[in-house]
T-cell receptor
Framework: SQKIEQNSEALNIQEGKTATLTCNYT??????LQWYRQDPGRGPVFLLL?????KEKRKERLKVTFDTTLKQSLFHITASQPADSATYLC??????????FGPGTRLSVLP | EAQVTQNPRYLITVTGKKLTVTCSQN?????MSWYRQDPGLGLRQIYY???????DKGDVPEGYKVSRKEKRNFPLILESPSPNQTSLYFC??????????????FGQGTRLTVV
């Protein structure tokens, strides 16, 4: 069956460090993968999209990698700040051309 | 301003009383979807629609209905709500079907309590 997993339900890191979140998928062959940020009680907000032919994508302090052989995407936040504390979701398109989300990782950046 | 608008934001209702949560987008998007979110379970898709008059079940469709009579609107209908449908609901839209390689836009959420 198709499945999306994100490395851990919760991740705590110290301010200034790099946070690394993992998204693994099975039985998908996505042409691209997306990352979203969700704050409590609010809808997810799009952050980055990476295509299957791109190894890496950057946006300010964010970096995403995509390894279609490993079926994995890594999401990095460098120089993390308490304001980066949120839940981060990965998303991709399934075989029915539907949009599916991973369960999310709740990141807490401690001052 | 480009947006997805859900109404109401908060709703408390009684078991068995039919209700509709509206969702409207002003971006001419083809794809729309409904999710529910419960603690520890993440976003679970209820129904989605690739275009007008085209809808399909997501992972948790039982107890819900949808319709897509026009492009901008995608209402979620609970014919006979039950307490296990108490949840936070999100509507989302995206520009393209097929190669959905652009972002999804989410509404602000509807917190539903069924007593």
């Amino acid at each position: 069956s198709q499945k999306i997993e994100q490395n851990s339900e919760a991740l705590n890191i110290q301010e200034g460090k790099t946070a690394t979140l993992t998204c693994n998928y099975t039985n998908y062959s996505p042409a691209y993968l997306q990352w979203y940020r969700q704050d409590p009680g609010r809808g997810p907000v799009f952050l980055l999209l990476i295509r299957e032919n791109e190894k890496e994508k950057r946006k300010e302090r964010l970096k995403v990698t995509f390894d279609t052989t490993l079926k994995q995407s890594l999401f990095h936040i460098t120089a993390s700040q308490p304001a980066d504390s949120a839940t981060y979701l990965c998303a991709l398109e399934d075989y029915g051309q539907n949009f599916v989300f991973g369960p999310g990782t709740r990141l807490s950046v401690l001052p | 301003e480009a947006q997805v608008t859900q109404n109401p934001r908060y709703l408390i209702t009684v078991t068995g009383k039919k209700l509709t949560v509206t969702c409207s987008q002003n971006m001419n998007h083809e794809y729309m979807s409904w999710y529910r979110q419960d603690p520890g379970l993440g976003l679970r898709q209820i129904y989605y629609s690739m275009n007008v008059e085209v809808t399909d079940k997501g992972d948790v469709p039982e107890g819900y209905k949808v319709s897509r009579k026009e492009k901008r609107n995608f209402p979620l209908i609970l014919e006979s709500p039950s307490p296990n449908q108490t949840s936070l609901y999100f509507c989302a839209s995206s520009p393209r079907t097929g190669a959905l390689n652009t972002e999804a836009f989410f509404g602000q959420g509807t917190r539903l309590t069924v007593v």
